[in-house]
T-cell receptor, first 114, second 114 residues
Framework: AQSVTQLGSHVSVSEGALVLLRCNYS??????LFWYVQYPNQGLQLLLK??????LVKGINGFEAEFKKSETSFHLTKPSAHMSDAAEYFC????????????FGSGTRLQVQP | DAGVTQSPTHLIKTRGQQVTLRCSPK?????VSWYQQALGQGPQFIFQ???????QRGNFPDRFSGHQYPNYSSELNVNALLLGDSALYLC?????????????FGNGTRLTVT
């Protein structure tokens, strides 16, 4: 069984500050890892994913995440927050191979203060 | 290139009624998955269809059923609606291969059960 824990249901940062959203996973097999963003009244948009290879993954809109197997973590970062980054962020995990059912965390709402 | 489209966008039903939600996958995609997102929660996997068959199923009762048509479009049916079925229902499409092909989500159908 797989599970995802997102620490902090709400995170507030100032515009221009570092964004750090935390994600830890539990999986009995090597997983694929994802970060999705959801704007109000919209579906989910893929920010980035880790499947294999380089553990530092770069995504859209300046976000990146690092897969740390020893810590079972996949934290999302962005060096400088922008007002448009305010949204709900979801970390997700799936087993490698096959057709993947995603297991999502409960989400972190990011607020960006001017 | 149209992405994943879902209809209707909003729906209000009464307890005990039945509902059908529809999804057209992104052009070229052959696999459709359905997720339920309760308010303030992450999406939960309902089931996945490929080649007109249910391939995977999450922890949802038999009241939730689906169908995939030869043109890859899909329906989600929920019978005997409960108040707890009120949620945003998200459809996601992907290619069956490669296994790390990303999911593309629609904007969802907001179901309210009164």
């Amino acid at each position: 069984a797989q599970s995802v824990t997102q620490l902090g249901s709400h995170v507030s940062v100032s515009e221009g500050a570092l964004v750090l959203l935390r994600c830890n996973y539990s999986s009995s097999v090597p997983p694929y890892l994802f970060w999705y963003v959801q704007y109000p009244n919209q579906g989910l948009q893929l920010l980035l994913k880790y499947t294999t290879g380089a553990t530092l993954v770069k995504g859209i809109n300046g976000f990146e995440a690092e897969f740390k197997k020893s810590e079972t973590s996949f934290h999302l970062t962005k060096p400088s927050a922008h007002m448009s980054d305010a949204a709900e962020y979801f970390c997700a995990v799936s087993p490698q191979g096959g057709r993947r059912a995603l297991t999502f965390g409960s989400g972190t709402r990011l607020q960006v203060q001017p | 290139d149209a992405g994943v489209t879902q209809s209707p966008t909003h729906l209000i039903k009464t307890r005990g009624q039945q509902v059908t939600l529809r999804c057209s996958p992104k052009s070229g995609h052959d696999t459709v998955s359905w997720y339920q997102q309760a308010l303030g929660q992450g999406p939960q996997f309902i089931f996945q269809y490929y080649e007109e068959e249910e391939r995977q199923r999450g922890n949802f009762p038999d009241r939730f059923s689906g169908h995939q048509y030869p043109n890859y479009s899909s329906e989600l049916n929920v019978n005997a609606l409960l108040l707890g079925d009120s949620a945003l229902y998200l459809c996601a499409s992907s290619l069956a291969n490669p296994s790390n092909a990303p999911l593309h989500f629609g904007n969802g159908t907001r179901l309210t059960v009164t």
